[in-house]
């Protein structure tokens, strides 16, 4: 999921009420705090089959990622990115908000910055599992003015809504049209583990349309600017381990993580630059080089992956499911693919923008070319399981590539299971290396 500015609009409308209730209290700065978090996968207990998951999550990638960064893009959401009219999000950060805490249950997104939640008094909610955030409820909730430090972090996002009464609201939306429009707040933020953090700027969200899945109250973005979780806490680096997607275990986020901790993972440690786009300055930037497909490194120029005057490029997103590649890159990873798969193709209208196979039920797991992604400095070899999905339907099993054609290169959640990845934004690096996320 990807952050895309809008104009503000409307804002004025939505706030005065709730202001009018509260009490001011002056806020204080997010200090540091080494801190683990823990993650489910918004599917998690809901049963679904394999071929299920897989094509809701195929969908909603697809509905995404083109929309990402074409500033023209007005792509109608695909249908089939909602779930019975509930649309799909990815793994869900689990904190609390307030004095006493309040539980959230926020999707986290590399890919945008803002962390905001459903508030009360809400105009226009989304259901969730969850009560709404009430502010009058805790005693740590103050509003920043319009002229604090807090308000005006990042312009792009904030702007003063009524001078008099300095009220600092916000306007928020991603690449799929969702979009959440409130005030910010200050307040406490605690993690499962006991540590919380005071001070921390969210945006109280009451006008929050769009894709949003009940079991998620919000979003908790973990982008390169200012309002982000990471940016805000001042951590010099961040990690996540994701467990396996149809699986129920829990997954780790981890903030300042020791190196020795990092180190524990399976083979070798492989590092690659972050890199940065003024244009775009919440993503978190990879120079691709390359990728092969079974033994073929492909025809590609590298010039296919590379960022061109702030556009293009590949960006590495935690709130994106399949992995997408612009159409001439796909197509020939495709091609090579289906050379390699000795098998039939499944028409695509039954299985959305997947290429998949159809395998005989019984017997072993059908032969599939390797798949590496060649990174400057670093080589990522994708298990099996990162990049095929199998999925039992009747009689019947498909053998299905989990990566997608878009607008860009996006690197998806559903490539990093049970991959440590590491930011390490102090010196502007990412690194990643195999683990069993489950026991981190
Ligand atoms: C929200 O949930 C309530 C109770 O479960 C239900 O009655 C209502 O129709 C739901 N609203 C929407 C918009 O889904
Ligand atoms: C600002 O808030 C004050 C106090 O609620 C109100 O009287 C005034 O009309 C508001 N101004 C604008 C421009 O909305
Ligand atoms: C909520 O926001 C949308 C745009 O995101 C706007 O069209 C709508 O009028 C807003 N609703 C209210 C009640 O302000
Ligand atoms: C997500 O929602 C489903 C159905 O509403 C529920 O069964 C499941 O436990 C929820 N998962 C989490 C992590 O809240
Ligand atoms: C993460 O940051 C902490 C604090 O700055 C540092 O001690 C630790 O070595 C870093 N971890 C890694 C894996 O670089
Ligand atoms: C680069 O992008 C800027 C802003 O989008 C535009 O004004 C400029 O003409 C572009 N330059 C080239 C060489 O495409
Ligand atoms: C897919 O297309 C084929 C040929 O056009 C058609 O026979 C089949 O019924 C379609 N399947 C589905 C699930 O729509
Ligand atoms: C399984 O695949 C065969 C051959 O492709 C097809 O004829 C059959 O209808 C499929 N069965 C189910 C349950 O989808």
New binding site residues.
Partial sequence: MTKQPIKMQKL?LLI?AL??ALAINSCCNAAAAPVRMQLTHVDAGRGLSGRELMRRMALRSKARAPRLLSSSATAPVSPGAYDDGVPMTEYLLHLAIGTPPQPVQLTLDTGSDLVWTQCQPCAVCFNQSLPYYDASRSSTFALPSCDSTQCKLDPSVTMC?????Q?CAFSYSYGDKSATIGFLDVETVSFVAGASVPGVVFGCGLNNTGIFRSNETGIAGFGRGPLSLPSQLKVGNFSHCFTAVSGRKPSTVLFDLPADLYKNGRGTVQTTPLIKNPAHPTFYYLSLKGITVGSTRLPVPESAFALKNGTGGTIIDSGTAFTSLPPRVYRLVHDEFAAHVKLPVVPSNETGPLLCFSAPPLGKAPHVPKLVLHFEGATMHLPRENYVFEAKDGGNCSICLAIIEGEMTIIGNFQQQNMHVLYDLKNSKLSFVRAKCDKL
């Avoid at 809504?161 to 009464?165: A, E, F, P, R």
């Fill in positions: 004025v005065p202001l009018a809504v009524n001078q008099t009464v009220t």
